[in-house]
């Protein structure tokens, strides 16, 4: 089992920066190898935004390439996803997700980013 709690969302205006926090606990959370932060819009399918494997491989959205970056603390089982130059594009609920050996998935609750313009 794994729990994940999300932090770090909000309003901000554009061209601005937040970081979004994911920390991880359980008995699993050493089995962790993949984690990602996916975001979704009102009306649109949720999708992915960036992820990092338990070696460091990063992969990013198109969209958000050279804007964001993801890392982990390994010490404090927790993954960000600082955001740079943020577009009213970038509104979404952010969830953290977490996929341990087995495999199992974990979803956070998800976290509102409004971006105004």
């Known amino acids: 089992q794994v729990q994940l709690v999300e932090s770090g969302g909000g309003l901000v205006q554009a061209g601005g920066s937040l970081r979004l926090s994911c920390a991880a606990s359980g008995r699993d959370v050493r089995s962790m190898y993949f984690m990602a932060w996916y975001w979704q819009a009102p009306g649109k399918q949720r999708e992915l935004v960036a992820s990092?494997?338990?070696?460091?491989?990063?992969n990013y959205a198109d969209s958000v390439k050279g804007r964001f970056t993801i890392s982990r603390d390994g010490a404090k089982d927790t993954v960000y996803l600082q955001m740079n130059s943020l577009k009213p594009e970038d509104t979404a609920v952010y969830f953290c997700?977490?996929?341990?050996?087995?495999?199992?998935?974990?979803w956070g609750q998800g976290t509102q980013v409004t971006v105004s313009s």
């Open positions: 990092i494997t338990s070696g460091g491989t990063t």
């Open positions: 997700n977490v996929v341990t050996y087995g495999p199992l998935v974990y």
